[in-house]
Nanobody, 114 residues
Framework: QVQLVESGGGLVQPGGSLRLACAASGPIPVIYAMGWYRQAPGKQRELVAS???????NYADSVKGRFTISRDNAKNTLYLQMNSLKPEDTAVYYC????????WGQGTQVTVSS
């Protein structure tokens, strides 16, 4: 059974930074892509950033220049470094893995507020 476990969320002031991590475990024969989605209250889930198996990166326009996605293949861990956080970044952040099926983490809350 594939499992994704996120960590690193929390409360941060505007302008601050957080680093999310997503540890993947279980039988993963191939990684087509991994990424981070977020969902704010009353809004649809949206893609924040993704990385393909070949290393191609993709970012939402709203986070370009502030967020960085990376992956440690040896640890099967995905990261999202979030800098210059804004109140509008407040959301539940979900880790996503595409292998032979799609898998989701349980989500981690990020709150940006003074």
């Amino acid at each position: 059974q594939v499992q994704l476990v996120e960590s690193g969320g929390g409360l941060v002031q505007p302008g601050g930074s957080l680093r999310l991590a997503c540890a993947a475990s279980g039988p993963i024969p191939v990684i087509y892509a991994m990424g981070w989605y977020r969902q704010a209250p009353g809004k649809q889930r949206e893609l924040v950033a993704s990385i393909t198996g070949g290393g191609t990166l993709n970012y939402a326009d709203s986070v370009k220049g502030r967020f960085t996605i990376s992956r440690d293949n040896a640890k099967n861990t995905l990261y999202l470094q979030m800098n210059s956080l804004k109140p509008e970044d407040t959301a539940v952040y979900y880790c996503w893995l595409r292998t032979l099926s799609d898998y989701w983490g349980q989500g981690t809350q990020v709150t940006v507020s003074s």
